[in-house]
Each structure stands twice: as structure tokens, then as C-alpha cells.
């Protein structure tokens, strides 16, 4: 059953992948969520069928980026789902191949990764990650709800 589960799963995914959907996010959503957002309030995002981590931590690195541009404070809480165990797992761990990173900018790769001793291995920082979650539940209060694919789409259609 496991190996027909897996074969039926699609694990398309990438830091930014499709660049202009992220940048159309960015501009048409995120922004405008972070600068109508009260401080008391947390923003909750939800990515469904997050595979493995890419997608949801692009989000995050997006969201502490807006709010550093706005010099504003708000908690984040990303929850990442996907219905794959071993993903979710390696999405858990937030370690990526430096071939994995290619969409990401150089500034990122400095200020959301370490890497890890002399290998090619890449960390997303613990500091940046402590609000992501990645789980197979999810809660029904989120203030986004996205699908990269979905928003591909949506965006570029």
C-alpha cells in the first residue's frame, strides 16, 4: 500500500519555484496581509501537500522579509501538511542538497541557512523555522490557505 501511495503522489516541489507566482504572492497577498495585519494577532498560513518543506519555507522567508522591510513585529505560524510520512519527515528536518537551493539568492542563502560542516548539506536556521510547522493536521482558523501550483495558475493564467 505504501509503495502505490507513493507512486500516486506528485513531489513536485522547490524553493520559488515558479519565481513569478512567488513574486505575484509576495506583492498581491503577503505584503498586504503583513501591513493590514494587527500586532496582536499571529498570521496562520497553511500549506497543503507541502512535500518536502520548499514551498512552505520560501513562504516564511518571504513573510520575515516583509516584516523586516515594515520594521514590524508579528508572530508567524506556517503549518505545512502532506498526507507522506517521509517527506513530511525530511521537511522536518529542513536539511537541503546545495542543488536543491538554486532559486535561492545568494542573500538568502546567507541569512535563512547554515551549512552544515564541510558538505554540501544546507540547514533552513532553527532560528527562522521555530514557527513553521510541519504536520499531517491542520487547523481551519488560517489566514491563508495556498498551493503553489494552484496559485501558478491562478496567477499566470
Request: charged share 20%; net charge neutral.
Amino acid at each position: 500500500m505504501e509503495a502505490l501511495l507513493k507512486e500516486l503522489l506528485i513531489g513536485v516541489t522547490a524553493f520559488f519555484r515558479n519565481p513569478e507566482t512567488f513574486q505575484a504572492l509576495n506583492q498581491w497577498v503577503l505584503q498586504k496581509m503583513l501591513q493590514s495585519h494587527s500586532e496582536n494577532q499571529p498570521i496562520r498560513i497553511w500549506v497543503p501537500a507541502c512535500a518536502t518543506g520548499e514551498e512552505a519555507y520560501s513562504i516564511a522567508m518571504l513573510l520575515v522579509e516583509g516584516l523586516a522591510d515594515l520594521n514590524y513585529s508579528v508572530k508567524i505560524q506556517i503549518f505545512a501538511t502532506d498526507i507522506d510520512r517521509i517527506a513530511i519527515e525530511k521537511a522536518r528536518l529542513g536539511v537541503y542538497a546545495e542543488d536543491v537551493l538554486n532559486e535561492v539568492s545568494p542573500e538568502r542563502l546567507a541569512r535563512f541557512f547554515y551549512q552544515q560542516g564541510e558538505g554540501e548539506n544546507f540547514s533552513i536556521s532553527k532560528v527562522r523555522a521555530k514557527n513553521t510547522a510541519l504536520t499531517k493536521k491542520f487547523g481551519t482558523w488560517l489566514s491563508l490557505r495556498c498551493r503553489m501550483s494552484f496559485m501558478s495558475r491562478l496567477f499566470l493564467a
